[in-house]
């Protein structure tokens, strides 16, 4: 049923790297995307359950850091998730960013 932990294998999904012509939130950081930013778009379904999930591109540039490190996190958790178990694990720039998030 998951290949990451507790996290729940798609049925199927499709990635896309929109320019936002609306605003938006972010499922991460819950800040807003704003018209002209460029940002992630994923729809899937997970668990019989479609979803559209958006994240902003400093969002995902932590994403990216926590993949290359073979880690692999469910949207809306990065930083409620980095900062419960790696915090001493990151690096110092992005340390920051996380406990600022909080």
């Known amino acids: 049923m998951t290949d990451y932990g507790d ?6 999904f499709n990635i ?3 320019t936002a012509i609306k605003e938006h939130k972010c ?7 704003f018209p ?7 729809v899937g379904v997970w668990d019989g359950d479609f979803s559209t999930f958006k994240t902003c591109s400093s969002c995902r540039e932590i ?7 073979d880690f692999y996190i469910g949207f809306g958790a990065l930083f409620e998730t980095l900062d419960e178990h790696f ?3 990151l690096p ?5 960013a996380i ?3 909080n």
């Open 7 to 12: 996290l729940a294998t798609p049925e199927f």
């Open 16 to 18: 896309t790297s929109p």
């Open 27 to 33: 499922c991460e950081c819950l800040d807003t995307i």
């Open 36 to 42: 002209g930013d460029r940002y992630d778009r994923v």
């Open 63 to 69: 994403a990216d850091w926590a993949r290359s490190n």
């Open 87 to 89: 915090i001493d694990e």
């Open 92 to 96: 110092p720039l992005l340390a920051l």
């Open 99 to 101: 406990q600022a998030k």
